[in-house]
T-cell receptor
Framework: DAKTTQPPSMDCAEGRAANLPCNHS???????VYWYRQIHSQGPQYIIH???NNETNEMASLIITEDRKSSTLILPHATLRDTAVYYC???????????FGTGTRLTIIP | NAGVTQTPKFRVLKTGQSMTLLCAQD?????MYWYRQDPGMGLRLIHY???????AKGEVPDGYNVSRLKKQNFLLGLESAAPSQTSVYFC???????????FGNGTRLTVT
């Protein structure tokens, strides 16, 4: 599976949109982009995933560039409860394994 | 609907002792996984299973064994615990292929 690169930490003001970038320049055509987050020491929580089209659900939006080499997770109105470590993962279709990097520690500031 | 349940939540072992961590899921998922997470690091895959009676090695399998005798349960065993196995262990499950993983809340293991 392709490797991903994320900034180690980011801050965002409460109520603003949080935009978390991820670089996956070696992604191949059958690899999906997944986002998870881990709040404090809880188990990771699935947020969203996509292949090449932009995706939106009740938690977030995922914007994937046309060349698929990078993506952005958008939390539209960040709250204090969104403070967490966010993981961007690339996973090949049919690959049972999911490999986590070190993620981005997002801090929402009141 | 409990999702993924891990027992115990906390455990302290002495070097050389053995123990089994239990993961149970009630979502009828095919795939199950064991990860470990060390301070400041991401999750590393220990072992996984793609169905009842099957297991496979992940990134860091040494020192661990697993069994999946029933579809809903995935056991992680430490035969002779070492201080290097002090970690937080997470279990996860998913339906087939690209389905999202559902995680338990972890087992915090300390080996002294």
């Amino acid at each position: 599976d392709a490797k991903t690169t994320q900034p180690p930490s980011m801050d965002c003001a409460e109520g603003r949109a949080a935009n978390l970038p991820c670089n996956h320049s070696t992604i191949s055509g059958n690899e999906y982009v997944y986002w998870y987050r881990q709040i404090h020491s809880q188990g990771p929580q699935y947020i969203i995933h996509g292949l090449k089209n932009n995706e939106t659900n009740e938690m977030a939006s995922l914007i994937i560039t046309e060349d698929r080499k990078s993506s952005t997770l958008i939390l539209p109105h960040a709250t204090l409860r969104d403070t967490a470590v966010y993981y961007c993962i690339v996973r090949r279709f049919g690959n049972e394994k999911l490999t986590f990097g070190t993620g981005t520690r997002l801090t929402i500031i009141p | 609907n409990a999702g993924v349940t891990q027992t115990p939540k906390f455990r302290v072992l002495k070097t050389g002792q053995s123990m089994t961590l239990l993961c149970a899921q009630d979502m009828n998922h095919e795939y199950m996984y064991w990860y470990r997470q060390d301070p400041g690091m991401g999750l590393r895959l220990i072992h996984y299973s793609v169905g009842e009676g099957t297991t496979a090695k992940g990134e860091v399998p040494d020192g661990y064994n697993v069994s999946r005798l029933k579809k809903q349960n995935f056991l992680l065993g430490l035969e002779s615990a070492a201080p290097s196995q002090t970690s937080v262990y997470f279990c996860a499950s998913s339906r087939l292929d690209n389905s999202p993983l559902h995680f338990g809340n972890g087992t915090r293991l300390t080996v002294t």
